[in-house]
């Protein structure tokens, strides 16, 4: 079969379309549509899949220039996305998320209309409240993929079209690894209690200088120890305030980690942002997590998913605005508490509805079985 993923912008919205597509080799010839000049220009060609750049912009409220360019950019791609797409004849597209996806999809639908490609289109939705994007393409698909039981938008097209499945993980970052081992290949001590501290692909200011306070400031109990990826924009200042003076392996400061299993293998809690593509993982893997959602995620829909974590006992949610080494301190050392992370380790296996990669690619199946699209 051939497949189109749209995905951008994140490395929450690539990983899991590069998931899907890993568990779909041998069997389809896959390319991904994104942006030039956002993270998927290089993630996936390093995952090794063909890339198509279109033009695309945010889709902006209200009446005003930038609207106007965004019209004008998303109308681009749009044409753009029908060539490659007519070109390409998928069987089926996926979006996985992104401001990208909304000329793909619109294209996709348009392109279908007219009988020139005969796709099933699918989204994945992995927030508990659906983005503006997904919710103008949920009418143009036939699918909806989500993370949650509660059907997002109850009254709304998404709930008509949506299939709990969970978010899709990559593989390698599943994969059971010795705990000892992963940690001394970091750099840790096997023997000490240990935080993940971690902003996504791109870093987070906030926790990153949180972080660098605790452990220059306030300091750590003496059987504790940090793993600490700051994301390349951060790194080199992190590297001055964490140098001195907690040496003794209790902070490993690295840039980044392209391969998370042996930072979650070695870790007890981790200390992070609320996207969806980290709380997949929390889930399959079944981690207990401080979260601090970032403040200005469209439509606050990280603070929504961190709440959701919280609510199943599964999280403890810490606002950005709240967050220094004194209320990060006071948290972890609550967090921490041998009893109180068993409670969260348990609370968050119950979030993962099963293999999320193995449904999707059983509802890809599905939809390509049917004789006529929806």
């Known amino acids: 079969m051939n497949v189109v993923f749209a995905a951008g912008g994140t490395g929450g919205h690539v990983y899991p379309a590069v998931a899907v597509a890993d568990a779909l080799a041998g069997r389809a010839a896959v390319r991904f549509i994104g942006a030039a000049d956002r993270l998927e220009a290089k993630l996936v060609p390093q995952a090794g899949y063909a890339f198509d750049a279109i033009s695309s912009r945010p889709l902006a409220r209200g009446a005003s220039l930038d609207t106007l360019r965004t019209l004008g950019a998303n109308a681009i791609g749009l044409m753009q996305a029908a060539r490659l797409l007519a070109a390409a004849k998928p069987d089926i ?3 996985t998320g992104g401001y990208v996806c909304f000329p793909v999809m619109a294209a996709a639908r348009g392109l279908r209309a007219v009988r020139r490609i ?6 994945l939705e992995p927030n508990v409240r659906p983005g503006l994007t997904n919710r103008l393409l949920a009418p143009l698909v036939d699918e909806v993929w989500g ?21 899709p993980v990559r593989a390698r970052v599943l994969q059971r690894t010795n705990r000892i081992e992963a940690a001394r290949r970091l750099g840790l001590d096997p023997n000490r209690r240990t935080i993940l501290a971690i902003g996504g692909s791109q870093g987070a200011r906030s926790i990153n200088e ?9 300091g750590l109990p003496r059987d504790w120890q940090v793993l600490h990826v700051s994301g390349e924009r951060d790194y080199t200042y992190m590297l001055a305030e964490e140098r001195e003076p907690f040496g003794d392996n209790r902070v490993v400061l690295v840039a980044y980690l392209a391969d998370l299993a042996d930072a979650y293998a070695a870790c007890d809690l981790v200390l992070s942002r609320a996207g969806a593509s980290t709380l997949g993982e929390l889930a399959a893997l079944g981690m207990p997590a401080v979260l601090v959602p970032y403040p200005f995620a469209a439509e606050d829909h990280q603070t929504v998913n ?11 949610v810490l606002a950005d605005r709240e967050l220094d080494a004194d209320s990060l301190w006071w948290t972890l050392r609550d967090a921490m508490d041998p009893a109180r992370l068993a409670t969260m380790r348990a609370a968050a296996r119950s979030l993962a ?22």
């Open 118 to 123: 005969h796709a099933r289109l699918a989204l």
């Open 306 to 316: 961190a709440r959701a974590f919280e609510a199943a006992g599964a999280a403890v």
């Open 93 to 95: 597209v996926v979006a």
């Open 353 to 374: 509805p099963g293999d999320p990669v193995a449904a999707i690619v059983a509802r890809i199946d599905g939809l390509l079985s049917r004789k006529k699209p929806i």
């Open 210 to 218: 949180a972080v660098a306070a605790l452990v220059t400031r306030r």
């Open 147 to 167: 993370a949650y039981a509660q059907t997002p938008d109850s009254r709304g097209p998404i709930a008509r079209k949506y299939v709990r499945t969970g978010v």
